[in-house]
């Protein structure tokens, strides 16, 4: 029976962690779509991610950290924080999320700190599957060298 209960809790806490961060995944999604059509449902959605996300921040997940980066980065759903942007993306990226890379070249591009975001930005050219997400990105910059 003892071993139950502990195979049991076990379960509960994972399916508890998941549970809440799909919620709080698909709320920070929905809230990046409703962005641009309707902001105030985006930032409900935001705050709601949030919220959500902050259950969550002690169990060290390279994407709970890369969702509070980038919700502070922007303002999404929380006052726009350059300095925790950079410190949650730099936790991301030590647990292993290497997406993150283009996070921080856009962070170090709107922070005028252009040696970082290139260091980021070449770093993240160099792996194809990373490269997508930085699309906004490689235009602006290949225009600047020329």
Not at 9 to 27: E, H, I, K, V
Not at 38 to 45: Q, R
Not at 69 to 81: A, H, S, T
């Amino acid at each position: 029976m003892k071993k139950f209960l502990i195979l049991f809790g076990a379960f509960y806490f994972l399916f508890a962690f998941d549970l809440t961060f799909t919620r709080a995944f698909n709320d920070f999604n929905q809230g990046i779509r409703l962005s641009k059509k309707n902001p105030t449902l985006a930032y409900k959605k935001f705050k709601e991610a949030y919220n959500l996300i902050q259950q969550l921040k002690n169990k060290d997940t390279s994407q709970v950290y890369y969702m509070l980066g980038r919700m502070y980065c922007n303002g999404w759903g929380v006052k726009k924080n350059y300095k925790l942007a950079e410190k949650y993306f730099l936790k991301a990226l030590k647990l292993g999320n290497r997406r993150v890379h283009c996070c921080l070249a856009r962070l170090y591009f709107k922070m005028n700190r252009a040696d970082l975001a290139e260091e980021h930005l070449k770093y993240s050219l160099s792996h194809k599957r990373i490269a997508n997400y930085c699309n906004d990105l490689i235009q602006p910059n290949i225009n600047k060298e020329q």
